[in-house]
């Protein structure tokens, strides 16, 4: 077989094979219940019911949501440049390191200046993350992959180690969990009485602000063109080494603010588990999107669902709670799958 | 001095050789993957789905290598899934390969939960025993480390001699060498990139399952979450810095592991109690990076690494 460009690619291909991407992966989630001993169409609805079914399930996905959005747009910014950044779960940590040391009680300020502050620090930490692997990359030609992904080890050993030693709780009854930040250094919620923070309001603004960089300015053009091609962008005169580097601040950045927002809009203070792998599923993120910065808004929504409704549905059935995982890597592995062929036929021959 | 009396140790030596037989199988796994070409990125989830299913196996009474059969075929069955999307299809090799560990990990925790839905402890098996070889493993030192071990890690040297001279001795070695340097050569040849390819991948799975199998047939004999913890990873950067090359490759995880047992003995001496414990269990994951830097520069990258191929495009 071989493939051959689709010069025009219609309505039905363009939308019908993702939905036939979609359609499957509904379909071996039923499978998968059925595997496990449970009425297919029940879990399925359980699912629903479990992401969207209620305001106390709706908030929680918005909740769920929020760090999502901020991996997502990490990775769609860095995959766009071709920078593959898998390192968003590293920078994540550091970002809510950075919170946790500056916000426990080091500078007394107002929170009109202290959450700027800590934001800043979140950013410039995440950043900071990403910039060695860029260095490696572009000066040595070290493989980002696998730089980015074992740094993610290192990191949270190190967290691991700071929370056992100079950020360990006193009145922590022995767990391995920081200080709590102060209360000038809580992110607000958006409306009284709803279990919503502001983080979530800004990760819209950060989605937005990355869709503008992307379509409004230079940087957004250099990006893509890098990422296209290196050689002929380099070749039209675009400082390709620059881009690169530029591109893997913002992206560091982005996952350090994830970092931020569930530490000062969540939980109050750094635990090992703050990240259940938001680095690692924000590629997924980024992917269900095409990298599309506004598009990541509606996928995390979307993978956010399926994760606090698998939750809520495993309570009730007996289906573990891992088909989400199983879902959303099919859906991905579908999805690039589908959105290849709406651009290319398969031929004999 | 500490460290001398660890590197006179027997114990010591046997333990690198033991810690680095998952890595070699993995490593040539991931070895044969990137001479064809294909960047294979879901290592880390076949080798946990191998550790699943070869522990699966025994523990629903299958015989022991009966479960290496199993465990190899379980990664050669996510190999063929990642080979289709990634040589016929062509698509990312990054984001197929991180698809596929996602799928694998994620897979393989859900068959767990629904094989074992109470069990809190996971049960062991009766796993491969040690075999000492006679005569060559009563040598001091050397015995113990090389001639004393389990038929796996026998196997995993085994295997380094034969993907070593399938690769540079064989007709086939030299299709699959030529077809991640120069696909379109091959073809005018008249043999297939995309059956290279996928077989390449396919095998390399094979292997990497096997390398999953060691951790929970021949060193923990049981089987828990996150027990491949980033193997996988360093598996990718040993490829890197053995050059491509089995041999490199095998003595690279011997260094690897040389150093991951020395790590885990300093923790028990008195630098240990000066030291928190996780310096210690950063160090092989540091190692890597280390590694992949030094190397960089000399490495001679398989040319059409990462390049998807589509017949009657140039």
Same mark, same amino acid.
């Given at each position: +077989?071989? =493939?051959?460009? *689709? @010069? ?6 363009? %939308? &019908? !094979? ?5 359609? $499957?992966?509904?379909?071996?989630? +039923?499978? =998968?219940?059925? *595997? @496990? ?6 879990? %399925? &609805? !359980? ?5 969207? $079914? ?10 769920? @949501? ?6 997502? %747009? ?27 040391? %500056? ?247 | ?314």
């Amino acid at each position: +077989m071989r =493939l051959e460009p *689709v @010069a025009d690619p219609g309505w039905s291909r363009t %939308l &019908g !094979l993702p939905a036939l991407a979609l359609g $499957g992966t509904v379909a071996i989630a +039923m499978a =998968l219940a059925l *595997v @496990a001993g449970s009425n297919p169409l029940a879990v %399925l &609805g !359980l699912i629903v019911k479990g992401a969207v $079914g209620s305001k106390f399930a709706l908030l929680e996905t918005l909740n769920r @949501a929020t760090p999502l959005i901020f991996t997502g %747009l990490a990775v769609a910014v860095a995959f766009r440049a071709k920078l593959w950044n898998i390192g968003a779960e590293a920078q994540l940590y550091m970002g809510a390191l950075l919170a946790v040391v %500056l916000g426990t009680g080091l500078l007394p300020l107002p929170a009109a200046l202290l959450l700027p502050i800590l934001m800043l620090a979140a950013i410039a930490g995440g950043a900071l993350m990403l910039l060695g692997p860029a260095f490696l990359k572009t000066r040595l030609g070290v493989d980002e992959v696998v730089t980015t992904l074992l740094l993610n080890f290192v990191m949270i050993l190190f967290v691991s180690m700071l929370l056992e030693g100079p950020l360990k709780d006193p009145m922590g009854m022995g767990w391995p969990k920081s200080e709590r930040l102060v209360a000038e250094a809580r992110l607000p919620r958006i409306v009284d009485g709803l279990r919503l923070h502001w983080g979530f309001g800004l990760a819209l603004i950060c989605a937005l602000l990355v869709w503008v960089m992307q379509t409004r300015t230079t940087l957004g053009y250099e990006i893509r063109a890098v990422g296209l091609n290196q050689r002929a962008a380099a070749f039209a005169g675009i400082p390709v080494t620059k881009v690169v580097i530029k591109t893997a601040l913002i992206s560091g950045g982005l996952a350090g603010l994830a970092g931020f927002s569930e530490v000062a809009g969540l939980k109050g203070s750094l635990t090992l588990d703050l990240s259940p792998g938001f680095g690692y599923t924000g590629i997924i993120v980024a992917m269900l999107a095409l990298l599309n910065p506004l598009g990541v808004v509606v996928s995390a929504l979307f993978v956010a669902g399926v994760f606090v409704g698998a939750d809520s549905m495993s309570r009730a059935a007996a289906v573990p709670t891992y088909i989400a995982d199983i879902l959303l890597a099919t859906a991905l592995l579908l999805m690039v799958l589908a959105i290849m062929l709406t651009r290319f036929r398969v031929v004999r021959g | 001095m500490e460290i001398l009396d660890i590197l006179i140790s027997a114990s010591f030596w046997a333990a690198a050789v033991r810690i680095a037989s998952p890595l070699i199988f993995a490593t040539l796994g991931e070895l044969i993957c990137e001479r064809a070409g294909v960047l294979n990125l879901g290592i880390e989830g076949i080798m946990v789905v191998g550790a699943f299913a070869g522990w699966m196996a025994v523990y629903s009474g299958a015989d022991l290598w009966v479960g290496v059969g199993v465990a190899m075929a379980a990664g050669m069955l996510f190999g063929l899934l990642h080979a289709i999307l990634s040589v016929p299809f062509g698509l990312s090799q990054h984001v197929v390969g991180l698809g596929i560990t996602l799928l694998a990990t994620a897979s393989t925790y859900f068959a767990y939960r629904v094989a074992l839905p109470q069990v809190t402890n996971p049960p062991r098996i009766e796993a491969f025993k040690e075999l000492p070889i006679p005569v060559l493993s009563d040598i001091p030192i050397v015995g113990q480390a090389l001639f004393a071990q389990t038929p796996l890690t026998y196997l995993a040297f085994v295997t380094a001699a034969v993907v070593a001279f399938v690769l540079y001795r064989t007709p086939l070695g030299l299709a699959v060498r030529a077809v991640g340097e120069n696909p379109h050569s091959v073809e005018a040849q008249g043999l297939s990139v995309t059956a290279l390819r996928m077989g390449a991948v396919v095998v390399g799975s094979g292997l990497m399952g096997v390398g999953g199998a060691f951790l929970t047939m021949s060193a923990f004999n049981s089987f828990f979450f996150e027990m491949v913890n980033g193997r996988g990873w360093i598996c990718i950067a040993l490829v890197v810095f053995g050059a491509w090359k089995p041999g490199k490759a095998l003595l690279g995880a011997l260094l690897f592991a040389a150093f991951d047992a020395m790590q885990i003995r300093l923790q028990q001496t008195s630098l240990g109690a000066d030291i928190p414990y996780q310096i210690f269990l950063m160090m092989p994951y540091l190692l890597s990076i280390l590694a992949l830097v030094v190397m960089s520069r000399r490495a001679e990258v398989p040319a059409a690494l990462m390049v998807p191929f589509n017949r009657g495009e140039r």
